[in-house]
Nanobody, 126 residues
Framework: QVQLVESGGGLVQAGGSLRLSCSAS????????MGWFRQAPGKEREFVAA????????YYADSVKGRFTISRDNAKNTVYLQMNSLKPEDTAVYYC???????????????????WGQGTQVTVSS
């Protein structure tokens, strides 16, 4: 059974940093893409960042480019999202997700991810 478990959320002041972790288990993820999404109250779930397990290929939403960094530790089956220079508009529940890397649909589309974590709350105060 596939499990994705996020951790690392919390309350931080604007300008601060947090690192989210996503621990994956239950299958081999070498051919998968791992994504981070977020959802604020009253808004749709939106793409934040994605990375391939098999190589250092990363994708970022324009809103986080230059501030967030996605990385992975294959030995630990864990994906990270380092978030710097946080803004109040980054406040949301952050979700980790997984999908086959070679699926033709855009990596930014949450509907094409097969597995999801339970989410972790990130709150940025002004």
């Amino acid at each position: 059974q596939v499990q994705l478990v996020e951790s690392g959320g919390g309350l931080v002041q604007a300008g601060g940093s947090l690192r989210l972790s996503c621990s994956a288990s239950g299958r081999t993820f070498s051919s998968y893409a791992m994504g981070w999404f977020r959802q604020a109250p009253g808004k749709e779930r939106e793409f934040v960042a994605a990375i391939m397990w098999s190589g250092p290929i990363t994708y970022y939403a324009d809103s986080v480019k230059g501030r967030f960094t996605i990385s992975r530790d294959n030995a630990k089956n864990t994906v990270y999202l380092q978030m710097n220079s946080l803004k109040p508009e980054d406040t949301a529940v952050y979700y980790c997700a997984a999908r086959p890397a070679l699926r033709p649909q855009p990596i930014t589309n949450p509907n094409d991810y097969d597995y999801w974590g339970q989410g972790t709350q990130v709150t940025v105060s002004s």
